[in-house]
C-alpha cells in the first residue's frame, strides 16, 4: 500500500498561470479532503469529496476546484494563481467510518 | 463561528511529562482528534475521543469533557523525538475535520 500520494512535491507558479495537484489514494477510502497551511498555523479545509462524483467546498475553497471521477484520484486545480495561494497543500482520506485521516506527503507551493 | 484554542508553545524536559489543551466551540461535534506534525512534514494520527473520558496509546493519552467542550493531550516520558506541533482536530458529522492552529513542542535535554 503506497497509502495517500502527491505530486509534485515541490512548484513555482507565476502569478495567473493554473495548475493541477495531483492526489491518489489505494485504500479505497470514500472521503477525501484537500487543506491548505500556511506557515505557523492549523490545516484549513479547501474542499471535500465522500464519494465519485461528490464534492463540496470546505472553509476556503475561493480560487479552487476539484472534481472526483474515481475513488482513487482527487486532484485539485488552482486557477489563476496568486500569491495568497503560496502554501503547502495536503491531501487526506479516511474510511466511510473511520477517524483516522491518512494525509499524503503535501505539495509545497510558491507563487510569485 | 468555530473555534479551537490551544496554547501556542510548550517547552519541556526529556523524560517529563506534558499536557496540552484544546478548547472548542463549533456547530457539530463527532469527537477530537489529535495529531503530530514534524516541521516540513505530514499530520500523522495519535489518537482520538468520540466519547468522555481518557484513551492509553502508550505514551500517549487523550482526554475528553464534552460538557467542558475541552479535551487534552498528555504525553509521558518525552523524547527529543516528540519535539513537533500537535493539533486537537473536532470531527464533524460529515467526517470534516477543523484544526486548530497548533501548538509546538520543544522537548529540551
Known amino acids: 500500500n503506497a497509502g495517500v500520494t502527491q505530486t509534485p512535491k515541490f512548484r513555482i507558479l507565476k502569478i495567473g498561470q493554473s495548475m493541477t495537484l495531483q492526489c491518489a489514494q489505494d485504500m479505497n477510502h470514500n472521503y477525501m479532503y484537500w487543506y491548505r497551511q500556511d506557515p505557523g498555523m492549523g490545516l484549513k479545509l479547501i474542499y471535500y469529496s465522500v464519494g465519485a462524483g461528490i464534492t463540496d467546498k470546505g472553509e476556503v475553497p475561493n480560487g479552487y476546484n476539484v472534481s472526483r471521477s474515481t475513488t482513487e484520484d482527487f486532484p485539485l486545480r488552482l486557477e489563476l494563481a496568486a500569491p495568497s495561494q503560496t502554501s503547502v497543500y495536503f491531501c487526506?482520506?479516511?474510511?466511510?467510518?473511520?477517524?483516522?485521516?491518512?494525509f499524503g506527503p503535501g505539495t509545497r507551493l510558491t507563487v510569485t | 463561528g468555530q473555534s479551537l484554542e490551544q496554547p501556542s508553545e510548550v517547552t519541556a524536559v526529556e523524560g517529563a511529562i506534558v499536557q496540552i489543551n484544546c478548547t472548542y466551540q463549533t456547530s457539530g461535534f463527532y469527537g477530537l482528534s489529535w495529531y503530530q506534525q514534524h516541521d516540513g512534514g505530514a499530520p500523522t494520527f495519535l489518537s482520538y475521543n468520540g466519547l468522555d473520558g481518557l484513551e492509553e496509546t502508550g505514551r500517549f493519552s487523550s482526554f475528553l469533557s464534552r460538557s467542558d467542550s475541552y479535551g487534552y493531550l498528555l504525553l509521558q516520558e518525552l523524547q527529543m523525538k516528540d519535539s513537533a506541533s500537535y493539533f486537537c482536530?473536532?470531527?464533524?458529522?460529515?467526517?470534516?475535520?477543523?484544526f486548530g492552529t497548533g501548538t509546538l513542542l520543544a522537548v529540551q535535554p
Open positions: 482536530a473536532v470531527r464533524d458529522g460529515t467526517n470534516k475535520l477543523i
Open positions: 487526506a482520506s479516511v474510511q466511510r467510518e473511520g477517524y483516522e485521516q491518512y
